[in-house]
């Protein structure tokens, strides 16, 4: 039996998986049930896969953040201390993190491998770049978009599925958060 992946991503309404101008974290829409609710998705026992870019980012976003920033949720401190996997061709290690192995090699291969050897489910929170590859070849279980509710079509960052394949989409779970942030969560088929 392999292991489930999912790739578990935050977007605007039209795409985007982060913003600048004077948006925040969050674009400013969290509230006490989307926390709630990232707590205890990542309360579970599982293994993070990030790539490069995204792990830099993280490392670069928690290392000038105070305890008192949104950075620090307790979401993302758990997630934190989860044990990850690092696919990189440029990093050698993993610092700033307390459980992080980086592995070189073809993203794909990683993770088919991973999926094979893996007794806790996987889990990777944005890594786009990879996250469209493996969706390509058939190794993500579970796309969650958590859905915020903006559009920003003029300081959109990072589009979030921009040259992916085409898939189709079952809806297999999805919920309200807060009255206005939609938690999305899907089975991907390539079309």
Known sequence: MTATY??????????????GGDWT?????QGPELLDRRLALYEQDQRMVFGAHTYRAFTRMLA????????????????????????STTL????????ATVVSGDGVEVVARLK???AVPLRSHGSLSL???LMAAGLV???????FPVITGRTGLDPVFRGADDFDLE???HRTLDRHVQELIYRPTLH
């Open 131 to 133: 996250n469209r590859a």
């Open 6 to 19: 999912t790739f578990d991503v935050f977007s605007s309404l039209d795409g985007y998986g982060a913003a």
């Open 141 to 147: 279980d579970r796309v969650q978009v958590t859905l």
């Open 64 to 87: 000038a953040s105070t305890e008192d920033s949104d950075v620090r949720d307790p979401w993302v401190t758990r997630m934190r201390n989860l044990p990850a996997t690092v696919v």
């Open 25 to 29: 974290g969050y674009w400013g829409k």
């Open 116 to 118: 094979e050897e893996s």
């Open 92 to 99: 050698e290690e993993a610092p700033d993190w307390p459980d």
């Open 171 to 173: 809806l297999i779970e």
